[in-house]
């Protein structure tokens, strides 16, 4: 049976009824909602001569055992956000569906694919993205704090994960998912405006960006607001409100598409009648090129200590979370370009802003790609999330054809 990417399409929209509701859609991960949306996966591959297995982090995989061992591992999420679109995560298994039914039904590929359906890529009940690939990659190390989170209703996770089978005593186990892989694809929608913006449908993504996050406070002195002459106040936020439009200069100097964020600041008193004690900032700065991202953040600090200076207030760096970029794969990333090319005459190189689960596989040492379709006006994560019927076609074709060409590269070796 020859590919069917309108099937694609038709199997989407038959999702979102199945696990979406006027708001969106609702497969947030260790919910029923989400078990359906495993449950109906699992029909839509039945017949197929497939071997379905969930593994101790509640990924779900399918294996077509090839000539070669050597396994080439298409992924995805079905989780969502609540009040998510209907294509993050989802599109990536829904297309590798009908690539993996397409392969299974030419006869045995030269190489083992492998179909994973992530689990809890979103992270959206217990605050924790990637947990399933981060479990398979070996590369989650927090399952202390994890034991101890509760989600709004006061559900620990131990039990919600549990009650799918999953402990996170056992989760790591799920490692030996990616013994024997040569090759991870994933195809994702943008989440971004710049394939649209270009007229162009489809992109290779070339890694995830490296992230700084911290928490930046100013520390000055509350004053009374009508008594405090103006060259006497020792105003936090006029610290804060400096370094925010600084990184904005610092993201053009830098360039390569480095983007800095100040994602909230709060001040106290944060009354009206005093000048501002302390003003907390978030402050998350992103770049492909580590070296970049550290000189973004280098500049930065040094940026902040001006400032300081300048208002007579102190300033303090106390890092959230960082992560170093993952570059992906070069000889899948010329393949992957080669894909789009011949099923959209054009393709792109981008970044990817938001981490995916193929940073995960990726810096495990697995070679990964991954392939962007076009997002209308950049939204993701909102019921208003799409991309044209069209372009998603047209990705589930680059995906298969991508699929084709690295099965070949995998068993050539
Ligand atoms: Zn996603």
């Not at 590919?3 to 708001?23: F, S, Y």
């Not at 973004?296 to 200590?305: D, F």
Request: aromatic share 4%; with cysteine.
């Amino acid at each position: 049976m020859p590919l069917d990417p309108a099937r694609t399409v038709a199997e989407l929209k038959e999702l979102r009824e199945l696990t979406g509701d006027e708001n969106g859609a609702q497969r947030v991960a260790w919910t029923e909602t989400w078990e359906r949306a495993r449950s109906w996966l699992r029909e839509k591959l039945d017949g197929l001569p497939l071997e379905e297995e969930i593994d101790q982090a509640g990924n779900q995989w399918w294996t077509l055992t090839g000539a070669s061992e050597r396994a080439v591992l298409i992924g995805g999420h079905a989780d969502s956000v609540p009040n998510g679109g209907w294509l993050d995560g989802a599109l990536n298994v829904v297309a590798g569906v009908e690539v993996v039914r397409r392969l299974a039904e030419d006869g045995q590929p030269a190489a083992t694919v492998r179909l994973v359906n992530w689990a809890d890529e979103e992270g959206a009940r217990f605050g924790r993205s990637l947990f399933g690939s981060s479990a398979a990659a070996g590369s989650m190390d927090d399952q202390a704090e994890l034991a101890e989170r509760r989600d709004a209703e006061g559900v620990s996770l131990p039990d919600a994960v549990g009650a799918y089978g999953v402990s996170l005593d056992a989760a790591l186990e799920a490692r030996k998912q990616l013994e024997g892989a040569a090759a991870y694809l994933e195809l994702h929608i943008e989440q971004g405006p710049v394939l649209e913006s270009m007229d162009l449908p489809l992109g290779v993504v070339l890694g995830t960006f490296g992230v700084e996050r911290h928490q930046v406070t100013f520390r000055g002195q509350a004053a009374h607001a009508g008594s405090t002459p103006m060259d006497k106040r020792r105003d936090a936020l006029a610290g804060a409100a400096k370094l925010e439009l600084e990184i904005r200069e610092i993201a053009e100097r830098v360039g390569g598409g480095a983007v800095c964020t100040m994602g909230g600041v709060v001040t106290r008193p944060g009354i009206v009648t005093s000048v501002v004690e302390t003003a907390e900032c978030l402050l998350d700065q992103r770049h492909l090129d580590g070296n970049q991202l550290a000189e973004m953040l280098s500049n930065a600090e040094a940026a902040s200590r001006r400032f300081a200076q300048e208002e007579d207030v102190e300033v303090e760096w106390d890092r959230i979370w960082n992560i170093e970029p993952i570059l992906f794969d070069e000889g899948l990333i010329e393949l992957a370009d080669e894909s789009i090319r011949e099923v959209a005459g054009q393709s792109h190189r981008l970044p990817s802003g938001p981490l995916h689960d193929a940073a995960e596989v990726g810096r495990a040492g697995v070679p990964t790609v991954m392939l962007f379709v076009q997002s209308l006006r950049g939204l993701s994560h909102t019921k208003l999330e799409d991309t044209k019927e069209e372009h998603l076609e047209l990705s589930v074709q680059a995906l298969d054809r991508l699929a084709d060409k690295t099965i070949a590269r995998v068993a050539a070796v």
